[in-house]
């Protein structure tokens, strides 16, 4: 089986764009990506496209309305927030599997403001704030106690993390925010459930992301292997029974697993990775993917954020790009983006931001309920 | 216990979640299954096991009304007409089950709360209606006293 490469991959900046539709956000991606490889719509064998808002509505096709109607299979993917990387690993397969080629994988998601989840059922009454709380903070912020009651992880650890991705995203001129923001902001800030404030929750944005994949020999015929990226591994799980998962999510379990298959597949280690894009949600979320993706002992994870083990210039960066916290979390383009992210990375092209020497690097997403999607990029000498 | 609880504050009350089972005599409780194979208890009915796959051999159960605060949140912010602030809770319950619910007569305070604080459910009248005016019973858990 071919190895996979990357030969084109682009993100819109992200930000607020109720004037336009999901379609066009994805279009417009999706041409940047075939800039980036120098290819057109018409080279593309399939789509793979990602989307949560709008999955029952097409949108792969509608976004080949936009920008060429080739007729080429499209396959729509809803993931939860791995619904990007499922579409960008559904691409991969097929090229693996040897029935395409080249194709296009997207990811677009257009947003409203303010709380995700905590809907209730149609029958009775709702429950939310009856029976607990739903909400995404509400859900992450319990996952991020149970790390401190086993572990002692401290709020101020929490808030740490948010304070790192925020600064970072003020080297990103794609990330939705480019501000700094010290710690007594981020502490200070709406508390919104214990222990995430407002500064400690993934942004809601409107994105777009896409990759143009293809095999080794179709790299090589089109003497795109230069400034080719390396798929080394990909990996999806879906979470496996735990005693408390059907009333506690559970994002560890599956992100352990699959990260122990990823490492496997690509042959690696968590030393060899020399950045990390992974799913910060909420801060809580961030502290517990250092341990579950090996990055360190979970136990030392509170300490890591303290001593900027995972800032830009510490041992092991997590999330320069700014992360879902500041650079934005369109949930079906998060997968691509973060791909995106590590690709910038892997062919010196990140400017400031820049992980120097950058060879081996992980994306992490977590779809609530719950799907985890784990890929291992190499630079290609 | 069958005859030894007064059943007029439930009387005409909807369960708030399948779960909550309000016989016509006797208290109030949670029902959960287990699974005759691996013998893993689970929160409802359910008709097969989620840890083993087994089809056959779920088993209802009344699950205890003790156990242990495993984790919570304080909400803050929440949708426009529920108050704030409130714990959301999970705790487990003595005997196997998990479940999640307000905790109440408690500060809502990270100082106040303890994990795996002993915890009780109590149940109560809903303090909401549906459209059609019915009223629930509902659970909550609170500080075991």
Known sequence: MSDVYVIGIDMIKFGRFPETSVPKLGATAAHLALDDAGLTINDMQALYSGNLGQAGAMVGQRILAEIGQTGVPVVNCANACATGATAFREGWMSIKAGVYDMVLCVGTEQMGKGLLGGGGGGKGIPTEGLLGSGTMPAVFAEAGMEHQRKYGTTFEQFAKVSVKNHHHSTLNPKAMYQIETPLETVMGAEMISYPNTKLMCSVNVDGAAAAVICSEEKARQLGKLDRAVRVKASVLTSDPYQERNLQMPDVNTCTQRAAKSAYEMAGVGPDDIDLVELHDCFATAEILHYGNLGLGKPEDAGRMVDEGETALGGRIPVNVSGGLLSKGHPLGATGIANIYEISTHLRGEAGERQVEGARFGMTHVIGLGSACAIHILEKVD | ?145
């Open chain 2, 1 to 145: 216990m069958p005859g030894n609880a007064d059943n007029s504050e439930t009387a005409g009350l909807l369960p708030v979640v399948p779960f909550l089972k309000i016989p016509d005599e006797g208290s109030p409780y949670l029902e959960g299954s287990r699974c005759s194979e691996c013998n893993t208890t689970f929160l409802g009915e359910r008709s097969n096991c989620a840890k083993c796959g087994s089809r056959d051999g779920l088993e209802s159960l009344p699950l205890a009304n003790q156990g242990e605060l495993y984790v919570y949140s304080i909400v803050c912010r929440s949708f426009p007409g529920i108050e704030v602030p409130y714990v959301s809770a999970i705790v487990d319950l003595e005997g196997g089950g998990t479940v999640k619910g307000n905790l109440i007569n408690i500060d809502p305070k990270p100082e106040k709360i303890k994990m795996g604080m002993p915890v009780e459910v109590i149940y109560k009248k809903a303090p909401r209606k549906d459209a059609e005016g019915n009223e629930y019973l509902t659970y909550y858990f609170q500080p075991k006293s």
